[in-house]
């Protein structure tokens, strides 16, 4: 039996998880774990910006089961450090952003029960990415809050869609979400890829290193014959 770890406040608990095993394939969870990672990356010298995701976020104090669990989500104005949950009370700031990775399990829940609850708690945009495109057309969809409700995001001819509180272009490609900044057209690189990168880089110089050294003593045998 799993043990799942407490919050206490005024002798409420607020558990850190439901002690259930996700059950998501391995596309959703690698896509919602590099979307964290890039965001992560992307506002690390942000001390009041917080990323996270896959995270318990009550919303009402005294009430353990006012709670919601976004894929991923970007908070401005709280400070950029770990937590165990979220409790919007002692935060004072709903997110910013908010991304769903719909899957055949959450589609139904993304698109009504999530998508209600961040238009009342006042989270400014919402986003729904289907990796395969089964369940969603198109498969990136947008949502703005105006005047306290949520209206569909144009997308680009491209089917990409801008974020105004990150400052980033929310781009599908194949089967993941990209994300580029909006002002440069930088692709944003995800954590996996730009180690595969350094070691790609590292393994160059490596192999350039054992060639001038072959070439060095080709040298040195060449002058003594």
């Known amino acids: 039996m799993s043990v799942v770890p407490l919050q206490y406040e005024d002798d409420i608990f607020y558990p850190e998880s439901d002690g259930q095993p996700m059950g998501e394939s391995d596309l959703h969870r690698t896509e919602m774990s590099d979307l964290i990672d890039t965001l992560q990356d992307r506002f690390r010298d942000d001390a009041d910006v917080y990323v996270s995701g896959n995270l318990f976020f009550y919303y009402e ?6 709670v919601i669990c976004p894929d991923v989500f970007v908070v401005h104005g709280v400070p950029n450090r770990l937590r165990p949950i979220y409790k919007l009370w002692e935060e004072g700031r709903v997110p910013s952003m908010v991304i769903e990775v ?8 993304d698109l009504r029960t999530k998508k209600d609850r961040y238009e009342r708690l006042g989270v400014e945009e919402y986003f729904l990415f289907d990796l395969l ?4 057309d198109p498969r ?7 005047g306290g409700k949520y209206r569909p995001m144009p997308p680009a001819a491209d089917g ?7 400052g980033l272009i929310l781009r599908p490609e194949e089967i ?7 002002a440069t057209g930088e692709l944003l690189m995800r954590p996996r890829e730009s180690r ?3 070691r790609d880089v590292t393994a ?13 003593r080709e040298i040195e045998r060449l002058k003594k014959s």
């Open 61 to 66: 104090k005294g009430n353990p089961k006012a």
């Open 102 to 109: 719909t899957s055949a399990s959450t589609r139904r829940e």
């Open 133 to 136: 495109g089964d369940y969603l």
């Open 140 to 146: 990136l969809q947008g949502h703005l809050l105006t």
């Open 160 to 166: 990409s869609l801008e974020s105004r509180t990150t």
């Open 176 to 182: 993941q979400l990209r994300l580029v900044d909006a």
């Open 196 to 198: 595969a990168m350094v």
């Open 204 to 216: 160059a110089l490596e192999h350039l290193e054992e060639e001038n050294a072959r070439l060095r």
